[in-house]
């Protein structure tokens, strides 16, 4: 595909969400205690929960702020998800009133809670809650000075099952409150710096006994509690609406996601084939309690065969795709969904903008320096900023597959990381394009008696690092890279290396893990397994008997880890080690990657 100038022009109406103290606003909010909405949506009338026979569906009135706090009303246990015991007991009453008592110091305090409407329309149902710490008791720490704002707020899903009924709360906002710190704050024991929790699980025993029917086809659920062999899954219904991302100004189609009549949750067993790569919190999925938006696929025995989490974009806004972006330029101005950005602060060099495309998750703007030289600056829709330059000419690529671009300079030919892969000796390059994994080079010639004369000379190609740029993608925002990147990476892969990456890419990674004065080359390792440790050690001991080595990192699947080293074009010195628990350990010995073509990855398992 050549670069070209194109368009693109969609209409969007941008939803308004805000928060502070750790919770979101609610739209519209609740006026008292009893939970009677505002904004003009007409209560309906309560109705006690009724008993179902075995097989009916167990429906609740859900519709309306109050008939949540009636379907609330009762003890619940406040569940400790690293242990699985019973944190303390929140006492509910119908007209959302509540009192909290700590097991661990029978501290206890009181508050409302009540409900109202965040993304939810005036005619849906609630989609928010609010609590408010009206007594604070010995909940909170003598000595805590309070700032006056003691509440928080979030999303709510609450579920009836044969295990019991159950209640999740997730604070949503822009800082920590007085619940996620002191009041349910069950990682308050924890010595990790920030030892705050911001969502909770509640259980009471009152429940529904009869079974539900498992749902057949592709369909979105709320993942509860997991086992052994399946997961107990609650069908939601979906809601979506245009909105964008504040902060990159991207626009995509933004989701919520509400109960059905029957809040039932069903025992599906996942497929010993299915593929779980699509779960990016694996660590809370092997927990026990999941407590993820699930897309699935299962047939009418309650059989999934794949399953992923759906992604959150922000303040549990779920992304479900992104709506093309409006952009267009003008001089040295180049507008992406009504932002200006003067491209002389980018390209100082250029004088004219000469076209735009979009690729993927890029617009590629060609800005012009001379008949022979340009400047291509990458705009990425998810970060909302420039990530990436080409100095050249004649940028091609295959599909939309920008890893196998190549582009020319003067009669230099490179591939899209800028490693050379070949040049023209005599006469002028004017045209390149592939077929295949040949990049033909169309060039003219003045012969010795004045005639032109043209001529295709022939280079083969094989790109080899799409992996560098997911992951790039994936760092930028684009959470759908990581799934594409471990499908495509071999069975059992545990990291991907890359050898000097884009240094646009390791700024935005953690400072090197290994650092030594005088290193030439920047070698990075990016998980691709739950679980895993990294470091790096000589190969050969010192006089001690000892090979250094580095402290051990984190590496959860997705995260990454810098060394900075020299790369030997002799025998390798060093070695990076991938460390899971249960499992061998990983070596890859710190060398030249080769191949047939230039070469900056390689999956190791």
């Known amino acids: 595909m050549k670069r070209m100038t194109a368009a693109a022009v969609c209409l969007i109406s941008c939803m308004i969400m805000s928060g502070c103290g750790g919770g979101a606003v609610l739209q519209d909010d609740t006026a008292d205690i009893a939970g009677e909405l505002g904004g003009g949506a007409e209560e309906k009338t309560d109705e006690e929960p009724s008993e179902e026979p075995a097989g009916e569906p167990v429906s609740f009135d859900l519709s309306t702020a109050s008939g949540i706090s009636t379907f609330l009303e009762g003890e619940w246990e406040l569940i400790d998800r690293k242990d699985g015991k019973d944190f303390g007991t929140l006492s509910l009453e119908k007209d959302g009133s509540f009192t909290f008592k700590r097991h661990s110091d029978n501290a206890q305090g009181a508050g409302v809670m009540t409900f109202g409407r965040n993304l939810a329309t005036a005619d849906e149902e609630p989609d928010t809650f609010r609590l408010e710490l009206s007594d604070a008791g010995g909940l909170i720490p003598e000595g805590v000075e309070l700032y006056g704002d003691e509440g928080t707020g979030g999303m709510f899903h609450v579920c009836s099952s044969k295990e019991g009924d159950f209640l999740y709360l997730k604070e949503i906002g822009n800082g920590d409150s007085v619940f996620s710190m002191y009041v349910f704050n069950t990682d308050a024991d924890s010595d990790e710096i920030g030892n705050w929790s911001y969502d909770w699980l509640f259980r009471r025993d009152a429940g529904s006994a009869a079974d539900r029917e498992p749902e057949e086809g592709t369909f979105y659920a709320w993942a ?3 086992a052994s062999d399946g997961v107990w899954l609650q069908p939601m219904e979906e809601h979506e609406f245009e909105t964008n991302d504040d902060y990159s100004n991207r626009k995509f189609m933004g989701g919520r996601f509400s109960e059905t009549d029957d809040i039932r949750p069903v025992y599906y067993k996942i497929n010993d084939r299915a593929v779980l790569d699509g779960i990016s919190d694996r660590a809370a999925w092997d927990s026990g309690y999941p407590l993820m938006m699930c897309e699935l696929t299962a047939d ?6 794949h399953i992923s989490e759906v992604d ?7 992304d479900m795709g992104g709506l093309d972006p409006e952009y267009s330029y003008e001089g040295m101005t180049f507008t992406v969904n009504g932002a200006d950005y003067d491209m002389r602060s980018y390209a100082e060099a250029a004088n004219a903008i000469t076209g735009c495309e979009r690729v993927g998750d890029w617009l590629i703007v060609d800005c012009h ?6 400047v291509y600056e990458f705009f990425n829709i998810y970060s909302g900023d420039f990530e990436y330059e080409i100095a050249g000419a004649l940028l091609t690529w295959k599909g939309d597959d920008l890893s196998t671009a190549v582009y020319a300079y003067y009669n230099e030919i490179f591939d899209f990381w800028g490693h050379r892969i070949g040049s023209i000796e005599n006469g002028e390059l004017y045209d390149l394009s592939i077929d295949g994994n040949t990049v033909n080079a169309e060039c003219w010639i003045v012969d010795e008696i004045g005639r032109e004369k043209e001529f295709t000379e022939k280079f083969e190609y094989e790109p ?6 997911s992951y790039y993608e994936y760092m930028l925002g684009d959470r759908q890279k990581l799934r594409e990147l471990m499908e495509g990476s071999p069975a059992g892969s545990v990291a991907l290396i890359m050898v000097n990456p884009p240094e646009r890419m390791t700024e935005r990674m953690p400072k090197a893990l290994y650092q030594s004065e005088g290193e030439l080359d920047r070698v990075v390792a990016a998980g691709l ?13 010192d006089a001690s008997g000892k090979a250094e080595r580095s402290e051990p990192c984190n590496l959860s699947k997705g995260s990454s880890w810098v060394f900075d080293v020299t790369v030997p074009e002799g025998m390798p010195r060093q070695q990076i080690v991938v460390r899971i628990p249960g499992k061998k350990d990983v070596f890859w010995p710190v060398w030249i990657l080769s191949g047939k073509n230039p070469q900056i990855s390689t999956f190791i398992k």
């Open 464 to 469: 080899c690092d799409l992996a560098v740029l």
């Open 529 to 541: 397994a739950d679980g895993a440790e990294v470091f790096i050690e000589d190969m050969e001991p």
């Open 369 to 374: 320096i001379n008949p022979n030289a340009g």
């Open 300 to 305: 009418k025995e309650g059989t999934v065969s």
């Open 224 to 226: 509860w509690k997991s």
């Open 312 to 318: 959150i974009a922000l303040y549990n806004v779920y």
